[in-house]
T-cell receptor, first 115, second 114 residues
Framework: EAGVVQSPRYKIIEKKQPVAFWCNPI?????LYWYLQNLGQGPELLIR????????DSQLPKDRFSAERLKGVDSTLKIQPAELGDSAVYLC?????????????FGPGTRLLVL | KQEVTQIPAALSVPEGENLVLNCSFT??????LQWFRQDPGKGLTSLLL?????REQTSGRLNASLDKSSGRSTLYIAASQPGDSATYLC?????????????FGQGTTLQVKP
């Protein structure tokens, strides 16, 4: 069974440019998460989807970040415009149920460097 | 606000040694606690999950304990091997009303020397 797939794996952009990350969760998983991980830190939740509905986006900086999960499967996270401080690893995770109790399975992440 | 702390930040041990990684959290109202492993440049892999009603979980050479009242968890690794070298993260899942949200510690980076 394929795990959580993320692309691209690495991205280097100049500040003020837009960037987008894509995530394909494990087949059948209803809940999808986007996390931000800074160097030497644990991941921090940005947004959680139950099917296509964003149920927790309190940590998402909405002035420059946006996300969508059309049809409740794949998801895209966008930053526009990117800032130097956005350099980090962006992790996507998914879990089977809708109550958020099950184990979350993580993708390999997208490593973003903003110059 | 729930805060999770892991000590030490880094640890280096010779192969074969038994070791303990520590995790503490400030609010005991958790749903469960999970230990993850992260290899360089990769995502997180779940190792052990302890429900709030449980005291410990074991998987192979790994044993995780939970003391909710004192806000502590430990991950015990027996007979460490070079392949155990990685960053270990603990995360608490918040309770009712915030189901699904994981709060992570900053991790302990373990190096096991051959």
């Amino acid at each position: 069974e394929a795990g959580v797939v993320q692309s691209p794996r690495y991205k280097i952009i100049e500040k003020k440019q837009p960037v987008a990350f894509w995530c394909n969760p494990i087949s059948g998983h209803n809940t999808l998460y986007w996390y931000l991980q800074n160097l030497g830190q644990g991941p921090e939740l940005l947004i959680r989807y139950e099917n296509e509905e964003a149920v927790d986006d309190s940590q998402l900086p909405k002035d420059r970040f946006s996300a969508e999960r059309l049809k409740g499967v794949d998801s895209t996270l966008k930053i526009q415009p990117a800032e130097l401080g956005d350099s980090a690893v962006y992790l996507c995770a998914s879990s089977l149920g809708l109550r958020g109790e099950e184990t979350q399975y993580f993708g390999p992440g997208t490593r973003l460097l903003v110059l | 606000k729930q805060e999770v702390t892991q000590i030490p930040a880094a640890l280096s041990v010779p192969e074969g040694e038994n070791l303990v990684l520590n995790c503490s959290f400030t609010d005991s109202a958790i749903y469960n606690l999970q230990w993850f492993r992260q290899d360089p440049g990769k995502g997180l892999t779940s190792l052990l999950l302890i429900q709030s009603s449980q005291r410990e979980q074991t998987s192979g050479r790994l044993n995780a304990s939970l003391d909710k009242s004192s806000g502590r968890s430990t991950l015990y690794i027996a007979a460490s091997q070079p392949g155990d070298s990685a960053t270990y993260l603990c995360a608490v899942r918040l309770g009712s009303g915030n189901t699904g949200k994981l709060i992570f510690g900053q991790g302990t980076t373990l190096q096991v020397k051959p």
